[in-house]
T-cell receptor, first 111, second 111 residues
Framework: RKEVEQDPGPFNVPEGATVAFNCTYS??????FFWYRQDCRKEPKLLMSVYSSGNEDGRFTAQLNRASQYISLLIRDSKLSDSATYLCVAHSSGSARQLTFGSGTQLTVLP | DVKVTQSSRYLVKRTGEKVFLECVQD?????MFWYRQDPGLGLRLIYFSYDVKMKEKGDIPEGYSVSREKKERFSLILESASTNQTSMYLCASSSRGDIQYFGAGTRLSVL
C-alpha cells in the first residue's frame, strides 16, 4: 500500500464548477500536509500548507481529517488556468526524508 | 524568492556514459533532494542531503550517487547510464524540513 494515495483522475470539469480531490495517508505520525500544483512538463510548486484542521486561500480550501487520515482539496469556481496535476504531500518530522508525495490527480477545466 | 537552478533542461546521453546533473540553490538551505518522476509512479526519492558532505539513500538509490561538497550545490551522478534511467529528474531544497522548493527539472533521455 502506498503511503500517500490519490485518485489519479483525470477529472474533467466545466469552467465555474466546484471540484474536490481526496488523499489518504497511512503514516499516523504525519504531522503536516501540503498540496502542490504541477503544470505539464514543469516542476511542482507549493499551492497550500495544512498544519491543523484546514486552510483556505481564495477559491482553494484544504481540509485535514486526522481521525480518518485523509486530506481534501476543494476548488471553487474553476478556471481554465487551474488545469494541472495536484500532488498531495505528507510530512513526518521524525523522518529524515521529510516528505512523501502522492502520485497526483490530474484536473482539466474545460471551456 | 527561492531559486533552485538545474544545469540542464534537456539532456541526451548514450548507454554507458557517465552523467552529471547539477543543482544549485541560493537560499542557504541545509537540505537538498534528488527525485525522479515517471508517469504513473509519481515522485520517487533517489538521494537527499541534510548537510555538506552528508548524504542519505532514498527509495531508489541503485545506479546513482551524489556529491555535496558545498552547501549550495548538490550533484546527481549516473556512473553508467542505462535506458531505464530515462526520466525527469527534479532537484529540491528546504530549510525547515517541510516545504520543498523545486528546480525546473532535467529531462534525461538515455539512448
Amino acid at each position: 500500500r502506498k503511503e500517500v494515495e490519490q485518485d489519479p483522475g483525470p477529472f474533467n470539469v466545466p469552467e465555474g464548477a466546484t471540484v474536490a480531490f481526496n488523499c489518504t495517508y497511512s503514516n499516523s505520525a504525519s504531522q503536516s500536509f501540503f498540496w502542490y500544483r504541477q503544470d505539464c512538463r514543469k516542476e511542482p510548486k507549493l499551492l497550500m500548507s495544512v498544519y491543523s484542521s484546514g486552510n483556505e486561500d481564495g477559491r482553494f480550501t484544504a481540509q485535514l481529517n486526522r481521525a480518518s487520515q485523509y486530506i481534501s482539496l476543494l476548488i471553487r469556481d474553476s478556471k481554465l488556468s487551474d488545469s494541472a496535476t495536484y500532488l498531495c504531500v505528507a510530512h513526518s518530522s521524525g523522518s529524515a526524508r521529510q516528505l512523501t508525495f502522492g502520485s497526483g490527480t490530474q484536473l482539466t477545466v474545460l471551456p | 524568492d527561492v531559486k533552485v537552478t538545474q544545469s540542464s533542461r534537456y539532456l541526451v546521453k548514450r548507454t554507458g556514459e557517465k552523467v552529471f546533473l547539477e543543482c544549485v540553490q541560493d537560499m542557504d538551505h541545509e537540505n537538498m533532494f534528488w527525485y525522479r518522476q515517471d508517469p504513473g509512479l509519481g515522485l520517487r526519492l533517489i538521494y537527499f542531503s541534510y548537510d555538506v558532505k552528508m548524504k542519505e539513500k532514498g527509495d531508489i538509490p541503485e545506479g546513482y550517487s551524489v556529491s555535496r561538497e558545498k552547501k549550495e550545490r548538490f550533484s546527481l551522478i549516473l556512473e553508467s547510464a542505462s535506458t531505464n534511467q530515462t526520466s525527469m529528474y527534479l532537484c529540491a531544497s528546504s530549510s525547515r524540513g517541510d516545504i520543498q522548493y523545486f528546480g525546473a527539472g532535467t529531462r534525461l533521455s538515455v539512448l
